[in-house]
């Protein structure tokens, strides 16, 4: 019953001794639900509330209802991918089915239902070859297979003029 002690093995030694041997879960996340912090261990179980902020640095954060249970996968996937991984500052669990990664920079990567670790691929082959996590942008959508939609800052739309604009669309 209590979250943080994966097992307890209770022994007798005689004569006049109990000996009691706890294994403690290890604290691999954070898991936001409902505006509360918690920590989770490797499997997305609840461990405990994260009551001080200095307790909780440098934990992943997942965010979300139901969260926990599906970061194990995801965790899975970024550690084939260390670049998008030490980018990645949140990942967000949104309408119980997808995720949604918010970098560092404050940038959003909206990841597809199924498919999620070819995403991640295509997204490391955007990164080896454009450098696409190192430029500006506020969203960046792989939902569709094939496809990608980037959507730059507001800051870099108002730098753009309509004519510079056309001149960019035919370019591409």
């Known amino acids: ?6 097992s307890v093995v209770v022994r007798r030694l005689w004569p006049d001794q109990i000996q009691i041997l706890i294994t ?3 604290a691999t996340a954070l898991w936001q639900d409902q505006g509360k912090l918690s920590f989770m261990d490797g499997t997305g179980r609840k461990l405990g509330e994260a009551k001080n902020t200095k307790s909780a640095k440098g934990y992943a954060l997942v965010v ?6 599906q970061a194990p996968a995801l965790f899975e996937a970024l550690r084939a991918y260390p670049t998008i991984a030490e980018r990645t500052s949140a990942a967000m669990w949104i309408g119980d089915r997808r995720w949604t990664l918010r970098l560092k920079s404050g940038a959003d990567i909206l990841l597809p239902e199924t498919g999620m670790v070819e995403a991640l691929a295509q997204l490391h082959a955007l990164q080896a070859s454009h450098q696409i996590l190192d430029r500006e942008f506020s969203r960046l959508d792989l939902r569709t297979s ?3 939609i980037l959507r730059p800052t507001p800051e870099r739309l108002s730098v753009t003029k309509p004519q510079d604009a056309a001149k960019s669309a035919q370019r591409v």
């Open 64 to 69: 979300g209802a139901n969260a926990g249970p």
């Open 1 to 6: 019953e209590l979250p943080w002690v994966e």
């Open 146 to 148: 094939g496809t990608l």
């Open 24 to 26: 403690p879960r290890a």
